[in-house]
């Protein structure tokens, strides 16, 4: 959040971020699949009804339920081949106040039904160093959230499988909301322009 935190929202924060790399942990250790990705989603609705640090604001976790989702789609789980760049730093732009400055690393390069995608990487230089993907596709601004979604953040243990041999795993059934979808009291980085995708992905976290 914009503001800055005290020590014991610190520590909560800490706990959070450590609960969300467990659960992370449980997804790559878990079988590929929709079992899987429905544990993912329990857990993740007890951090969000239950937490501190959740992005459901306070006055609203009482009735909380769950996080709605697009239908599990074997098919959005692909294998992206990374082709390495460099660049200068860039500034990913804020919901609110703010931006987060990043690199681009790579492109990751991937097909589903016999369309290729691309969808650049990028590595934060806060959190001491972290891979970030964010990307907005057709859904954006009517199924889910205009600003774009989240599929890996390294920093939160936000990662699925890889990357081995140049090749990371991209699970878009995965895909989940920046905290600021839920409670605009949040400042998160947005999808820049260049992860923009012209294709709906109905998998992942959508709106209600």
Same mark, same amino acid.
């Given at each position: 959040m914009t503001e800055p935190l005290s020590l014991h929202d610190t520590l909560d924060l800490l706990d959070y971020r450590r609960k969300v790399a467990d659960l992370y942990t449980s997804v790559r250790a878990g079988p590929p699949g929709e079992l899987t990705w429905r544990n993912w989603r329990e857990q993740r609705d007890t951090l969000f009804a239950t937490h501190p640090q959740s992005a459901i604001p306070p006055e609203q976790r009482a009735t909380?339920?769950?996080?709605p989702y697009f239908d599990y789609d074997s098919t959005?789980?692909?294998?992206?081949?990374?082709? %390495? #760049?460099g660049g200068d730093p860039l500034a990913i732009s804020h919901? $609110?106040?703010?931006?987060?400055? &990043? =690199?681009?690393?790579?492109?990751?390069?991937?097909?589903?039904?016999?369309?290729?995608?691309?969808?650049?990487l990028y590595w934060l230089d806060e959190y001491?160093?972290?891979?970030?993907?964010?990307?907005?596709?057709?859904?954006?601004?009517?199924?889910?959230?205009?600003?774009?979604?989240?599929?890996?953040?390294?920093?939160?243990?936000?990662?699925?499988?890889? %990357? #081995?041999?140049?090749?990371?795993?991209?699970?878009?059934?995965? $895909?989940?909301?920046?905290?600021? &979808? =839920?409670d605009p009291d949040w400042s998160c980085p947005l999808a820049p322009r260049e992860n923009w995708l012209d294709v709906p992905i109905r998998a992942g976290e959508r709106l209600p």
């Open positions: 909380f339920e769950h996080l959005w789980r692909v294998t992206a081949s990374l082709e %390495p #760049t919901s $609110a106040d703010g931006a987060t400055t &990043a =690199h681009l690393f790579a492109f990751a390069h991937f097909t589903r039904h016999a369309t290729e995608h691309t969808l650049p001491s160093g972290d891979l970030f993907l964010p990307f907005r596709d057709a859904t954006a601004g009517a199924e889910s959230y205009g600003g774009g979604r989240y599929l890996l953040d390294t920093a939160k243990g936000a990662d699925l499988d890889g %990357p #081995t041999n140049g090749q990371l795993v991209l699970d878009f059934n995965y $895909a989940y909301h920046p905290s600021c &979808a =839920h």
